[in-house]
């Protein structure tokens, strides 16, 4: 069993800078496949970023080159950098975490934490 708690989320306007952070409690975080997901109002939720137990990133297109996942094994937290955000990056960002890689499908995640809202004012 593992547990996830994300922070860092809050109220900014467009162009600046969020670092959502989630910490994960429980079975050994090293192996773990960990992802950011996010669901806007109305929409599905949908896949931002990866990262494998082995280092290897996986992003959105349209993230690309703005996102940026990585962790930090010693303390049992990745984290999702945020640059340049636009008022359509508002959503709930929600971490998840599987066994073995990474997917950027969200129901191929067993663990998942309860969300923190980014909203970005125009």
């Known amino acids: 069993q593992v547990q996830l708690v994300e922070s860092g989320g809050g109220l900014v306007q467009a162009g600046d800078s969020l670092r959502l952070s989630c910490a994960a409690s429980g079975r050994t975080f090293v192996n773990y496949a960990m992802g950011w997901f996010r669901r806007a109002p109305g929409k599905e939720r949908e896949f931002v970023a990866a990262?494998?137990?082995?280092?290897?990133?996986y992003y959105v297109d349209s993230m690309k080159g703005r996102f940026t996942i990585s962790r930090d094994n010693a303390k049992n937290t990745v984290y999702l950098q945020m640059n340049s955000l636009k008022p359509e990056d508002t959503a709930v960002y929600y971490c998840?975490?599987?066994?073995?890689?990474?997917?950027?499908?969200?129901?191929?995640?067993?663990?998942w934490g309860q969300g923190t809202q980014v909203t970005v004012s125009s």
């Open positions: 998840a975490a599987r066994d073995y890689n990474p997917t950027k499908s969200w129901n191929d995640y067993r663990y």
């Open positions: 990262l494998s137990w082995i280092d290897i990133k």
